[in-house]
């Protein structure tokens, strides 16, 4: 059984009809990505999945739980973590108080303050703005937090929406080795990115998403390899 | 670490006590200010000459010596509209909508807590009641009231703003402004049918009606007497009390972050497992304990209530919170400290300086005055960010 599953979803803003019959799997300890072009529909996905968006028809799952109707606090609290499209930082909040927040969840004090710390030897920039508010740090570092945030309440899935986003290169590689670590650590991800090259080098599995439809998965290697992704998303 | 946290608690306890010294300070000197230069350019003027007949003493010093007490005055009436301000400018930040029903949770407050005070009096302990006796009562009658008004705060945003969350702005406005008549009505039949009057009015009881004198000041004529009377400290002292708890839970507790993280961003709020309707009704439940407090301490001062006792000081209480940058709890503080100094010193000397001819029933205009020039020269407030429109 798949840690998360989406069977035959499909998403509507009003009368849009945005994702159409959509299938997606992503098992315990994966890294799995879904690429496409811009309004492809990914966000959709993600949005779906966290709860702010309910299916019209078909079924998501979570460790075998039906998670269809539920309300977003909720799913949070299953296990499934978000960093959202446009990193959604709290910008009068400070840094520390967004981390905070991300971990609201948590009873345990203590916990929450071990999970800043974790942060903190994550993105050591963020221990240097900890008191400054998120709405004056870079983009850079606002991504660093908005991923920070979305580890405080200890998902067991980890959904990234285009987190290399506005990003200089140094940054994006500093956020893919992040990736690449927390999955070292047991964490399964759910990666959206317009940076198929990069996103395709962390995955284990690949979905590509075109006008609300899945038109290819398999393997992140086999999926690179494919001639029409090669042309239309890597610029090979 | 502990130190830390306590230190840091300490903070968030001190900042506020401070901040509110700074705010009637600040607004005592520019009134003062203001008064002392407009006397000085009066003398020699009709009102003058007047003065010097019937009190033996010039405008300048006559303006001087009222001045204290206009000030202790003012003081008093600016912690009841912070305290009113606050519930507009909470309720503001969280759902950008101004709930015009926050006059009437105001009302229902002072009703609430005069009906429990008339009945406890009615049962005889009022009056059989000592010092600490009486104090006691006040609380509970606050007490009583704040849950009152906290819980029809919370049943309204539930039952007439909450399934129009998603209508375009002007619809939950439309909303509260006709909650708040019917909230009216409903004070009022109450009211009538269970005591036949449209008014009530406050027990007398404890020593409450007492004044303290605090010095008096020589002059020409006859010395004038400054005092304060003990339901003003009351008033002061419970409204600074409630500000800082307010302060407390907003800044340093976790749901109070929750708040902040709700009126800032309400979707990301609800992805970090915050659940947001659990968030706004808490919202509803403080603004509105607070307004109903403010209530009691209304009543309190004024001793006389009638269903429309909410309509001024929510008015007022709003062009507080709008003159403070709404949306901004400091900014509300500041707000109804302002109004509450500036409808001190008109009351005070309108009439003086108008020879009569404008009586203090005109001051009233000036708060509005000033809803006016803010909305038009300076929307978002003195400590407001920039207003967005939210799309
Ligand atoms: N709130 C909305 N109302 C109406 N249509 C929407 C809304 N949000 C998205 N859409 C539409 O749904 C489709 C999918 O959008 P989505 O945001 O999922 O795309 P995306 O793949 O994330 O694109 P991008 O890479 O640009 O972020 C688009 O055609 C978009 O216009
Ligand atoms: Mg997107």
Excluded: W
């Excluded at chain 1, 290819?216 to 090669?230: H, I, Q, Y």
């Excluded at chain 2, 705010?23 to 009102?47: H, K, P, T």
């Excluded at chain 2, 002292?237 to 109070?256: F, Q, S, W």
């Amino acid at each position: 059984m798949s840690l998360l599953e989406l069977h035959e979803v499909h998403g509507y803003y009003g009368n849009i009809h945005a994702l159409k019959g959509v299938s997606i799997t992503v098992d315990e300890g994966e890294v799995v990505t879904l690429i496409g072009a811009n309004g492809a529909g990914k966000t959709t996905t993600l949005r779906l999945i966290s709860g702010l968006l309910h299916p019209k028809k078909g079924k998501l799952r979570f460790d075998g739980k039906d998670i269809s109707t539920m309300a977003p606090h909720m799913v949070l609290r299953q296990g499934i973590g978000m960093v959202p499209e446009g990193r959604g930082v709290f910008p009068r909040l400070t840094v520390r108080e967004n981390l905070e927040m991300g971990g609201f969840i948590i009873k345990d004090k203590n916990d929450v303050r071990k999970g800043i710390e974790y942060a903190f030897t994550l993105f050591p920039r963020l221990k240097e703005r900890e008191n400054q508010k998120g709405g004056t740090l870079s983009g850079g570092e606002q991504q660093m937090l908005a991923t920070a945030r979305g580890l405080m309440s200890h998902p067991r899935i980890l959904l990234m929406d285009e987190p290399s986003m506005g990003l200089a290169p140094v940054l994006v590689d500093q956020i893919f080795d992040v990736i690449r670590e927390l999955n070292a650590q047991g964490t399964t991800i759910l990666l959206v990115e317009q940076n198929a090259l990069m996103a395709l080098s962390v995955a284990h599995r690949a979905y590509v998403l075109q006008t609300g439809s899945i038109v290819l998965s398999g393997k992140a290697v086999d999926v690179a390899n494919d001639e029409n992704v090669r042309k239309a998303y890597l610029g090979l | 670490m502990r130190k830390i946290l306590a230190s840091e608690a300490l903070r968030e306890i001190l900042l506020p006590l401070g901040r509110m010294a700074l705010f009637v300070v600040g607004a005592g000197a520019l009134f003062s200010a203001i008064m002392f230069a407009l006397a000085f350019l009066a003398q020699g003027s009709g009102a003058d000459k007047l003065l010097l007949e019937t009190h033996k003493m010039g405008i300048l010093e006559y303006t001087l010596g009222q001045l204290p007490q206009v000030l202790i005055d003012g003081m008093t009436l600016g912690f009841v509209y912070a305290a009113i301000a606050l519930g507009y400018t909470m309720v503001y930040g969280v759902l950008e909508f101004i709930n015009f029903a926050h006059s009437e949770i105001f009302a229902i407050g002072a009703f609430v807590g005069v009906e429990f005070l008339i009945f406890m009096d009615r049962l005889g302990v009022l009056a059989a009641a000592g010092p600490l006796g009486s104090y006691m009562y006040l609380v509970l009658a606050l007490a009583v009231a704040m849950i009152a008004s906290g819980s029809v705060a919370v049943l309204m945003e539930r039952t007439a703003y909450r399934p129009l969350r998603n209508s375009p702005r002007l619809v939950p406005l439309i909303s509260a402004i006709g909650v708040s008549f019917a909230l009216q009505d409903v004070i009022r039949m109450v009211e009538s049918l269970t005591t036949g009057q449209f008014y009530r009015v406050i027990p007398t009881f404890g020593n409450f009606d007492e004044r303290v004198a605090l010095f008096s000041i020589p002059t020409g004529g006859a010395p004038i007497a400054v005092n304060i009377q003990v339901k003003s400290i009351v008033v002061i002292v419970a409204a600074v009390l409630m500000l800082v708890a307010l302060n407390y839970i907003v800044n340093a507790t976790k749901i109070g972050k929750a708040i902040r993280s709700v009126a800032q961003d309400r979707t990301t709020a609800a992805l970090m497992g915050i659940g947001v309707n659990g968030i706004i009704s808490f919202t509803f439940l403080i603004g509105g304990a607070l307004g109903g407090a403010a209530g009691v301490l209304y009543a309190l001062k004024f001793t006389r209530i009638d269903p429309f006792v909410g309509f001024m000081p929510g008015m007022k209480a709003f062009t507080a919170a709008v003159l403070g940058g709404i949306g901004n709890l400091t900014g509300a503080l500041l707000g109804g400290i302002c109004l509450g100094m500036l409808e001190s010193f008109a009351g005070a000397y309108l009439g003086t300086f108008t020879m009569g001819r404008f009586g203090s029933e005109y001051k009233d205009i000036f708060a509005f005055l000033i809803l006016i020039i803010v909305i038009i020269f300076k929307p978002s407030g003195l400590l407001g960010e920039q207003v967005s429109q939210k799309a």
